[in-house]
C-alpha cells in the first residue's frame, strides 16, 4: 500500500521560509512522478510544484522563482523548499505520487502552512 507522510508545516512570518517533506512508501519511487498541492480556506486546491521521474519540474504561476521542488530517490522523499512566504500562501499542502505500478495517483494526509502578515 502506497503511503505519504507530509511534514515540516507550520507558523511563519511572511518573508520566511519553510521547507516541507514527503516522505513515500510502498512505491517504486523513483519510477513515479510526484509533486505538491495545496488547497487554501475558500479556495479550491490548486497545483504548486510537480516533478518527474528525470528531474523536470513544473511550478504553479503564483509560486513561480519562491518556490522549488527536489527529490531524493534514495530517501524515498520529494520536498518543497518555500522562499519569501506571503500571507496568500496560507493552505494546507499536499503530497501526491502518481504511482507507475498501478496508474493511480496517491494522497498524503497533509501539512499545515500558516504565513503571518
Known amino acids: 500500500q502506497v503511503q505519504l507522510v507530509e511534514s515540516g508545516g507550520g507558523l511563519v512570518q511572511a518573508g520566511g521560509s519553510l521547507r516541507l517533506s514527503c516522505a513515500a512508501s510502498?512505491?517504486?519511487?523513483?519510477?513515479?512522478?510526484v509533486g505538491w498541492y495545496r488547497q487554501a480556506p475558500g479556495k479550491e486546491r490548486e497545483m504548486v510544484a510537480v516533478?518527474?521521474?528525470?528531474?523536470?519540474?513544473n511550478y504553479g504561476d503564483t509560486v513561480k522563482g519562491r518556490f522549488t521542488i527536489s527529490r531524493d530517490n534514495a530517501k524515498n522523499t520529494v520536498y518543497l523548499q518555500m522562499n519569501s512566504l506571503k500571507p496568500e500562501d496560507t493552505a494546507v499542502y499536499y503530497c501526491?505520487?502518481?504511482?507507475?505500478?498501478?496508474?493511480?495517483?496517491?494522497w498524503g494526509q497533509g501539512t499545515q502552512v500558516i504565513v503571518s502578515s
Open positions: 516533478i518527474s521521474t528525470d528531474g523536470n519540474t
Open positions: 501526491t505520487e502518481h504511482d507507475f505500478y498501478d496508474d493511480r495517483d496517491y
Open positions: 510502498g512505491s517504486t519511487f523513483s519510477l513515479n512522478a
